[in-house]
């Protein structure tokens, strides 16, 4: 079946700009999360949804990183006023949420930011 | 400090070798452990998960100390197709993952 889809692939911006990521999970994956990934750093978790319930934001590293998602499914992820520092690859992951933890979390390809 | 520490490698190996990878992680209250696999330019995918028994699927082999808090894969028989970043993973928190920056793995013929 289709797995977890990013869009774009490849994004190249400006400093100062803004830009928004989109995460379309697996059908039926009712826990939705971003992470990202800097080049030689482990991956860092941003930002978790699950079904209707408030999302954690704790890993949101400021004030500029934003993320919804309507209708329980897709999600997008916005970044303001974007910094070099900002540039990586983000991750979306989706999960069934069976109930336990250890729930397996399944990766998009990611999008590869660079902020120039 | 890191949660979740892993040798960067590189570890380069012959195909057929044995090879083993160890992470430690510092929150005691980690509740689950698993390793994802990453190859280059790619997202992570897991690889297996990580019990107290030790467990086994095919090649690999995943044992879990908590008292040391300690994680270790072990790859027998090494094959090229197993080059790739190896992720070891904490989970505090039930979703949150740890990871670590990963261990890399080159197999040569």
């Known amino acids: 079946g289709a797995g977890v889809s990013q869009s774009p692939s490849n994004k190249v911006t400006e400093k100062g700009k803004d830009v928004e990521l989109r995460c379309d999970p697996i059908?039926?994956?009712?826990?939705l999360y971003w992470y990202r990934q800097s080049l030689g750093q482990g991956l860092e978790f941003l930002i978790y949804?699950?079904?209707?319930?408030?999302?954690?934001k704790s890993g949101l590293p400021s004030d500029r990183f934003s993320a919804e998602r309507t209708g329980g499914s897709v999600s997008t992820l916005t970044i303001q006023r974007t910094q070099q520092e900002d540039s990586a690859v983000y991750l979306c992951?989706?999960?069934?949420?069976?109930?336990?933890?250890?729930?397996?979390?399944?990766f998009g390809p990611g999008t590869r930011l660079t902020v120039l | 400090r890191k949660e979740v520490e892993q040798d960067p490698g590189p570890f380069n190996v012959p195909e057929g070798a044995t090879v083993a990878f160890n992470c430690t992680y510092s929150?005691?209250?980690?509740?689950?452990f698993f390793w994802y696999r990453q190859d280059c330019r790619k997202e992570p995918k897991l690889l297996m998960s990580?019990?107290?028994s030790g467990n086994e699927d095919g090649r690999f082999t995943a044992q879990l100390n908590r008292a040391s808090q300690y994680i270790s894969l072990l790859i027998r028989d090494s094959k090229l197709s197993d080059s790739a970043t190896y992720l070891c993973?904490?989970?505090?928190?039930?979703?949150?993952?740890?990871f670590g920056k990963g261990t890399s793995l080159l197999v040569t013929p």
């Open positions: 993973v904490a989970d505090l928190s039930g979703y949150a993952l740890n």
């Open positions: 990580v019990y107290s």
């Open positions: 059908s039926g994956h009712t826990a």
């Open positions: 929150n005691s209250a980690s509740q689950s």
């Open positions: 992951a989706s999960s069934p949420f069976l109930g336990g933890a250890g729930d397996t979390q399944y």
């Open positions: 949804f699950q079904g209707n319930s408030a999302p954690d």
